[in-house]
């Protein structure tokens, strides 16, 4: 049987309001409700921009990609863009992605044999698409993260065409725009302060992104996706860039600043650039036990931790558990599959994603987009305002909880925990949940008063829920 609280006493209220961070527990958002809006979902490379090995790229079925979300129990995405026409990894083949958010007017051909981009001129479409899909997503009660430029193609992608696809290469716009100032073919200066003329261009193109969005209470923001340590003060800047210009807007967004990687660990950047940034949110990378046994959040900055920087496609079940324990956002870097039909609705096809030529549904991930949604369930049926961190309260040092009203434990190795409840003498309900099944299971109720032992009803790693009798209906 499901213990459940009494109704609206932990319901999150999405939609109600743009988010901000909670000012009574900042290791989360909230929006208008008041209550706390626990964040956690699957996103993946291609649902903003078209991408794949042809060109051009299959289109991308964004209703059905919403249906998985929904399915899982999911409601948050980061959505993806990608500074690139053409790029390719080792022994990955070529991808393609489309649109852009300039026109490709010409005159003249670019690298890509396609017209040239006017910098000048906007691609309505591209910010069409942004809205609609924004729109889309919170039809569902799902948030979204506008990632706005994204780096990890920059240093990573393999010459000629690390470079040559990007509309900042002179050879690619009408406007004269040389992004890449040291000629090394990468132009990762573009991420940085280094060219004015660039930054300038850049910051028009924030503005026409908040103003698509502005009056949407589903968004995020995101400066951009594995950029260098090089990149920080640029981030910086736009990060107050975008506070500023948005407080002349009816709405303000949370922004937020994500790992910095380089295939180089010279040019790496650490959690700490993070931590001291101006951004409402940060995704770490996996210093400070972030992806094995994560450092708990203190509230400094409300911390969406992100499988797409520990691990790059990794994660499990245990993690996200230990991170909601720890007060963490989860948030899995999914490679998606999405089977469709032909426009005669007889032959299949498959979509796959950019990092693989596999056209075979991967099961390894199940678990985790599973507990992701299970982990929403006790979000949304917990008091998470009141609830932070208590590491000193059970023996497996993973525990949230809000004493002496509510105590959720994870078990990475099942059988038995110890749980101080001497906050309170009085009566306390549990539940068991299994985290390979979903399956919930009560046991007699507890008293308090003192250090209790609860052991699992079942094989394996298990998480505990433990709540006052006095906040529990039947």
Not at 68 to 73: M, R, S, W
Not at 76 to 84: A, C, D, G, P, S
Not at 353 to 359: A, E, I
Not at 376 to 396: E, H
């Amino acid at each position: 049987m499901l213990i459940v609280a009494p109704a609206g006493y932990t319901e999150n209220a999405a939609l109600a309001g743009p988010l901000q961070v909670h000012p009574k527990n900042p290791r989360y958002f909230t929006n208008g409700s008041g209550r706390v809006v626990y964040l956690t979902g699957s996103h993946t490379w291609n649902n903003l921009k078209d991408m794949g090995k042809t060109d051009p790229p299959a289109s991308f079925d964004f209703n059905g990609y919403l249906d998985f979300l929904q399915k899982y129990n999911h409601n948050f995405i980061r959505l993806w863009t990608w500074e690139l026409s053409k790029y390719t990894y080792k022994g990955r083949g070529m991808t393609y992605a489309r649109p852009f958010p300039w026109q490709r007017t010409g005159p003249g051909k670019a690298l890509d044999g396609k017209p040239k981009f006017d910098l000048k001129k906007f691609n309505q479409k591209y910010f069409d698409r942004l809205r609609s899909r924004v729109i889309a997503a919170g039809k569902r009660r799902i948030y979204v993260s506008i990632m706005f430029f994204e780096g990890h193609g920059l240093h990573a992608s393999l010459p000629p065409w690390c470079w040559d696809g990007h509309p900042f290469n002179v050879k690619n716009n009408v406007n004269g725009i040389n992004g890449d100032l040291d000629g090394d073919g990468r132009g990762i200066e573009t991420h940085t302060l280094k060219n004015p003329a660039v930054t300038a261009l850049q910051k028009a193109y924030v503005k026409k992104v908040i103003d698509t969005v502005n009056d949407l209470d589903n968004v995020l923001f995101e400066i951009t996706n594995e950029s260098g340590d090089y990149s920080t003060q640029w981030q910086y800047q736009i990060i107050d860039f975008i506070h500023k210009y948005e407080k002349t807007r009816p709405r303000q967004h949370p922004v937020g600043m994500t790992f910095q990687f380089h295939r180089s660990k010279e040019f790496r950047g650490s959690n700490e650039n993070l931590f001291k940034s101006p951004a409402d949110w940060i995704s770490p990378n996996p210093v400070g036990g972030y992806r094995d046994n994560p450092t708990a959040a203190d509230g400094s900055k409300v911390i969406i931790s992100d499988t797409d920087h520990l691990w790059g496609i990794g994660g499990n079940r245990a993690w996200v558990w230990k991170s909601l324990c720890r007060g963490l956002n989860p948030i899995f870097m999914d490679p998606y599959r999405q089977v469709k039909k032909d426009a005669k609705d007889k032959q299949k096809t498959t979509w796959t994603d950019h990092l693989s030529d596999s056209s075979t549904l991967d099961l390894r991930w199940e678990p985790i987009r599973k507990n992701l949604g299970y982990t929403l369930n006790y979000a949304n049926r917990m008091n998470l305002t009141a609830m932070v961190p208590r590491n000193d309260l059970a023996s497996t040092k993973y525990c949230l909880a809000n004493p002496p009203v509510e105590y959720l434990v994870y078990l990475p190795d099942g059988g038995e925990v110890t749980v101080d409840l001497s906050a309170d003498s009085g009566k306390l309900n549990v539940e068991w949940l299994n985290p390979r099944n979903g399956k919930t299971t009560t046991s007699p109720a507890a008293r308090g008063g003192k250090v209790r032992s609860f052991k699992a009803p079942f094989e394996g790693d298990a998480v505990l829920y433990i709540i006052s009798a006095s906040k529990t209906s039947k």
